[in-house]
């Protein structure tokens, strides 16, 4: 493909919102390449910058890595070449030159030493729109290297999701993929903005800046009540009943009793017209300081039923439900197959 070569958009792009926009993407692992991403899903032509002869080291991950390439970097197309050499460089400059959406995630200052940082680029291509997907936001530590397991260390979110003294990160790279959905939604600010000025803008979003957003729901926690919270496994539910139980097959099933009502309709379908009349347990803050007195008899009944009783009572009943589902399991799950 020559260096403006455009791609024509099919049938299907060209009815996508952001079919015509055309994305340079210097970026590897989750955070940059989930925003090009998401940007090509909503029909922007995502072209992958890759480093010659070998292309993108996460091609090459193993491991809990092995699923990022491809899942994160279909939908685009990719182009091997080397911007340490003059004509790489000059090649990926003339495609920058006719793009309306730059994504890197670079140390800071790679891609300035090379003349491809914003502020070269916005002197050439005024409606250019540089996205920059970082660990931190400016400051103190802006410097240091960051991945999502260290930010969900220093952000709150491993000291909340593992048990008291064992911190754990969450079982999905979730401030990679925020950061680049952050990206999406500043990006697509950005454009609305170009529409009215005729000028791009640097768009930036960050690691530990993301999950102290995740953590936020606790922060705020203390400022109301006073009291710091506790890690999820040790802390005090906000709902009466909001657990996992054991079924008499093996299997576990999640259960929630979210409302007065819903829990008017457990009782009466689970033979509880005792605890549904004891005013002591009448509304929902009464019951979450009373989980001691209930949950016992409620583990008992469910764990004399089959996973699948449990989980067709709470259908049947409008309750909050799911079973507990692996990841190799949910391709055969049948409303994702048609959703």
Known sequence: MSATEAREPDEETATLPLSGIRVIEFSHMVMGPTC?????????????????????????????????????????RSLSVDIKDPRGLALVKSLIMDADVLIENFRPGALDKLGIGYDALKAENEKLIYYSAKGFLPGPYDHRTALDEVVQMMGGLAYMTGPPGRPLRAGASV?????????????MAALRGRDQTGKGTHVTSALF???????????????????????????????????????????QVFVGVVSDTQWRVFCESFGLDDFAADPELATNPQRC????????????????MTSAEVLERCEQLGLPFAPITRPEDLPADRHLQES
């Open 36 to 76: 090009g991403l998401i940007l090509a899903d909503l029909g922007a032509d995502v072209i992958k910058v890759e480093p010659a002869d070998k292309g993108d080291n996460t091609r090459r991950l193993t491991g809990s890595g092995a699923g990022f390439f491809p899942m994160y970097n279909r939908n685009k």
């Open 175 to 187: 401030n990679d993929i925020m950061g680049g959905m952050f990206g999406v939604i500043g990006i």
């Open 209 to 251: 800046e993301n999950c102290v957003f995740l953590s936020g729901q606790h922060m705020a926690q203390y400022n109301v009540t006073g009291q710091a919270a506790r890690p999820m496994p040790e802390r005090l539910s906000a709902w009466a009943i909001y657990d996992v139980f054991d079924c008499s097959d093996g299997e």
């Open 289 to 304: 300081h009373q989980r001691a007195r209930f949950l016992p008899r409620v583990r008992e009944l469910l764990g004399a």
